[in-house]
């Protein structure tokens, strides 16, 4: 079975996706050596056309494509419905990719959707390393696909448009708060695997910590509960442990703790006082209520939607790097909530 495609027909022939459909559907608009080289490359590979290679010169398909890496998060549904309302005020449809953790996965994804005639894409996914954003800027600009980066940064680069909170001040602001309710012994509870918004968290709180000349403790885990509550099992049975403080890099993390907490007989806040992030339902849900920084996340979508749109018609959009502000609820886990 023949894989050639036509990235491979482009890159051997040393033209443009467009060039190659052009020679396909259009070939009096290719010069003829152009088209005599892009023709025997095709050969030479055996390379048969699909949509993809059809359709690349074709109108605008009014479809986003909306990359995300896991749907079971309750932040990533509401992001989603945020998108979802503004896309439709401009008859635009959605479509969804699911990312797992294989950068190899990640790389072909993108080809596929860009394979699928989007007219942009709406990046969700938590970790953009250098080659990833390259990546994203390669679609950007060779193959003149809009993107905009949805509650996720890249902060080394503000060439794609991107639109996101501060987590960096957001993670300093509730440290303090826990700093001036007199903690001393504050935890950081991020995840084990990498992402930039964790990285920028743990910087906020680290810099709280040493504006107060506390010991920062950092505490590497996972958003799956099968595997925090062991962790922070583990974490209880270190010998002469104090905690009277937490911030979690997510509400679900949050929870797991308060749990962990409450299963030991400590009270939640006389003797530990929690927050999270995201203020998903997850926060209301539990009990005690969480008390954590509120991302508008709903906003988020809607507005990077927005972004995207302005991009596909051409639109120039004057601010690249987009901060919504963000807010910190008060519920039954922290004692300014209850004093």
């Not at 990235?7 to 010069?31: E, F, G, H, I, M």
């Not at 503000?158 to 300093?172: G, H, S």
């Amino acid at each position: 079975m023949n894989k050639a495609t036509i990235y491979n027909v482009a890159y051997a022939a040393n033209v443009s996706l467009a060039t190659v459909s052009r020679t396909l559907n259009n070939p009096q608009k290719v010069k003829p050596e152009t088209r005599e080289r892009v023709l025997r490359v095709i050969k030479e590979l055996g390379y048969k056309p699909n949509a993809f290679a059809k359709g690349l010169a074709s109108k605008k398909s009014t479809t986003v494509g909306v990359i995300v890496p896991d749907m079971s998060r309750a932040s990533i549904a509401e992001m989603l419905n945020g998108i979802a309302v503004e896309a439709r005020k401009y008859d635009y449809s959605l479509l969804l990719y699911v990312l797992k953790n294989e950068k190899v996965e990640e790389a072909e994804m993108l080809r596929e959707v860009v394979a699928s005639q989007v007219d942009g894409i709406l990046y969700m996914n938590d970790e953009i390393n250098e080659e990833q954003y390259a990546l994203l800027n390669t679609i950007q600009d060779d193959y003149k696909v809009p993107i905009v980066l949805a509650n996720t940064l890249y902060p080394y680069d503000n060439k794609l448009v991107t639109i996101c909170i501060d987590y960096f001040k957001a993670a300093y602001e509730v440290t303090n708060r826990l700093i001036e309710e007199g903690r001393q012994h504050i935890y950081l509870l991020t995840t084990a695997r990498k992402y930039m918004v964790n990285d920028l968290k743990e910087e906020g709180y680290l810099k709280a910590m040493k504006e107060a000349r506390l010991t920062p403790r950092v505490v590497r885990t996972s958003g799956d509960i099968s595997v925090n509550t062991i962790h922070f099992d583990e974490l209880f049975k270190e010998p002469g442990i104090q905690i009277d403080g937490v911030v979690a890099v997510r509400d679900s993390i949050a929870v797991s703790f308060v749990n962990s907490i409450i299963e030991r007989s400590k009270k939640v806040p006389d003797d530990i006082s929690v927050y999270g992030f995201q203020n998903t339902k997850y926060a209301s849900l539990s009990r005690p209520k969480l008390s954590c920084v509120d991302i508008p996340i709903i906003d988020i979508g809607a507005k990077a939607m927005a972004l995207l749109k302005q991009e596909i018609d051409g639109e120039t959009v004057d601010v690249k790097f987009n901060v919504l502000p963000h807010s910190i609820i008060e519920r039954q886990t922290t004692k300014s909530s209850v004093e």
